[in-house]
């Protein structure tokens, strides 16, 4: 039986198309891989997890998805119109239309109606279908500050200043532009500008069996002390285990970690990563998380792969990786 998937084909989707619109309106490259990034991270606000966590994801993924369509019909009209003005001026609503109608056949697991449609409206009721927040569904609010963010922190870049910015324009656009649930959010998932990263750094994916545990603990507080090394060399951390958000939350909060957490007990990313295995234990052999960390590089290609590791060196040794 053929097995797709559908978060990795969506991905390079959603890569392709923002390849074709940083050359016609310079939006930088992997825009939707970051929206998703930061849309999944405020999700564990709500405890969104397995299929809706999923699903947000793709929508996130796809959220301009009828960009293209909507530039290549307006250049046939007129080949000199200023794309970029008209985009965010007048015409913002007929991407969301296209788009909507675009992902109808998508194979979502939950109602993800109007996520599309609506992900640029305002929360006071002035965006371009002047639906106030209470009107909009979640993942479409949740993908609508994303998005606005990603755009500011890219045209500014990395550090402190925009950092402060950011946090200054979510708070003076709360409850106009953005609805104070989704900027509470953000904020419960970013907390300060090195937890705000962007998706054109390396990535260090490591997964571990289980929180709190003595090996976990050592390797999750191994990263976090040489975090800002990490940031440095231009790479960021991501943790994975089957434990709840609830659970990573504790574990966040008791060893005051500096990286994310990422909740799957439905092992949809760990199967993925093929790190479920068959593990023997003092004889007995059962199933679970092999830990294994991954260093991805900035175009999202897996460049190293480590199925070996012994928890407390593995954060000095991917330190030297990226030497």
Known sequence: MLSIDIVGLTGACSYALDCIEAELVNIKNKHGKRVAYISVCMAEYWAIQGEALQDLAMCALLHDNALTQYISEELKKDSVIDLKKDLSEEKTNLHCIYGEKNITKLPFKTDVSNV?????????????????????????????????????????????????????????????????????AFF?????????????????????????????????????????????????????????????KRF??????????????????????????????YGKVSMGVVRTTYLIDEQGIIIKANDKVKAADDPENMLEELA
């Not at 927040?133 to 922190?153: K, V």
């Not at 870049?157 to 200054?168: A, D, K, L, P, V």
């Not at 976990?216 to 089957?242: D, N, W």
């Open 116 to 184: 599309i449609l609506y992900h640029h409206e305002h929360a006071d009721g002035t965006g371009p279908f002047q639906k106030k927040w209470n009107e909009i569904p979640l993942f479409a609010r949740i993908i609508h500050l994303a998005d606005t963010i990603d755009i500011i922190g890219n045209n500014m870049g990395s550090g402190n200043n925009s950092w402060n910015f950011i946090c200054q324009y979510l708070l003076k656009n709360r409850d106009g532009l953005f609805d104070s649930e989704c900027v509470n």
């Open 188 to 248: 419960h998932a970013f907390t300060h500008s090195e937890s705000f990263i962007c998706l054109s750094e390396k990535i260090i994916l490591y997964f571990y069996p289980k929180d709190n545990t003595p090996g976990c603990t050592k390797q999750a507080c191994g990263f976090s002390e040489r975090y800002p090394q990490f940031t440095e060399k231009g790479a960021v951390i991501l943790g994975v285990s089957k434990d709840s958000v609830a659970s990573h």
């Open 252 to 281: 966040e909060e008791k060893y005051g970690l500096a990286f994310t957490l990422l909740a799957d007990p439905e092992r949809k990313v760990i199967e993925a990563y093929d790190v479920w295995k068959e593990k023997k234990n």
